[in-house]
């Protein structure tokens, strides 16, 4: 594809091959610049339907505007839903995601009106930290707030931790959250993998950080699906002298150990398009 941008900012998107009766499938980002991305995605996903593609797929590595999935005050746009619906407005057929942050929307398949798979990094993740040396009993895997447990437990399963829990999290504002304990862990001595889908301006992970500390924790190391770090946050987490930090390439960065490629090729394959 040619992808350019014209002066005023705009996009340009031209498909410079046959697609006629194929299955395209486009691999994008939305990370860090999620107007962009998405504008850019339409304008793509809509050519390529209008050139004789037979089917669309879209593999949104990290999927944007996901984090708003309710009406927390009351006038609030669902982000979430909005984007869903942009994408199957220019024939998106099949999505294709990354650990996407969508707790709260029920029928999300409904919304979107087409195949969604959703693969994970946490295998991958909590793999690595076990090449890295977190191994036995001791190990606990921990997610910050209650949504993130699912992701505690798929990591804990990968590497037969023996025990996962997460804690829970009050958002303040956009990057201020409190962390506090609701339900009794065994934490004292243990080493701590610290697993979230996002890390953004890490408020989150330093907060849950200082908690762990609290609990007498022997190590902790944080891994995440996505790595936005925004505002600094990687080098503010650095300075929690945590054991390891790691992240997936669904957003290139310092922290990227782990490709969650193989999980996208298997998914792709399943489509059998
Ligand atoms: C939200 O619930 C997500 O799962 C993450 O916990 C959140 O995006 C992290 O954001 P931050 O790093 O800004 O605290």
């Known amino acids: 594809m040619e992808i350019k941008k014209f002066p005023d900012g705009e996009k340009y998107v031209r498909i410079n091959c046959d697609v006629v009766g194929k299955h395209a499938i486009i691999v ?7 107007d962009e991305y998405l504008i850019e995605t339409l ?3 809509d050519a390529l339907n209008d050139l004789g593609s037979k089917h669309v797929s879209l593999v949104f590595a990290y999927f944007p505007y996901a984090r708003q999935d309710e009406r927390f005050k009351p006038g609030e746009a669902i982000s979430l839903v909005t984007v869903t ?10 999505l294709i995601t990354v ?3 969508r707790h709260r929307v029920i029928n999300f398949e409904r919304i979107f009106g087409g195949k969604v798979i959703d693969v994970s990094a946490m295998p991958y993740l909590s793999s690595f930290a076990r090449s890295q040396g977190l191994v036995g009993e001791d190990v606990i895997v921990i997610g910050p707030d209650v949504e993130s447990e699912g992701w505690a437990k798929l990591a804990a399963e ?3 931790a023996s025990d996962y829990g997460a804690l829970t999290k009050r958002r303040i504002s956009p990057s201020e959250v409190e962390v ?9 001595g243990r080493d701590v993998l610290l697993v979230d ?4 301006t890490g408020g989150t992970m330093i907060e849950a950080i200082k908690l762990l500390r609290k609990m007498d924790v022997r190590s902790i190391t944080v891994a995440c699906t996505h790595g936005l770090f925004v505002n600094n946050a990687l080098m503010k987490i650095l300075k929690m002298n945590i054991k390891a930090i790691v992240s997936s390439d669904t957003v290139p960065n310092p922290t990227t150990k782990v490709s969650v490629a193989p999980a996208i090729a ?8």
């Open 28 to 34: 994008q980002s939305g990370a860090l610049k999620p």
């Open 180 to 188: 506090t304990i609701s339900k009794p862990l065994n934490l004292k």
């Open 43 to 45: 304008l793509i996903a």
């Open 197 to 200: 889908d996002i890390i953004s």
């Open 85 to 94: 619906k942009l994408l199957k407005g220019v024939g998106i057929k099949t």
């Open 266 to 273: 298997k998914a792709i394959k399943e489509l059998n398009c």
């Open 99 to 101: 650990d996407a942050h």
């Open 158 to 160: 990968a590497i037969n």
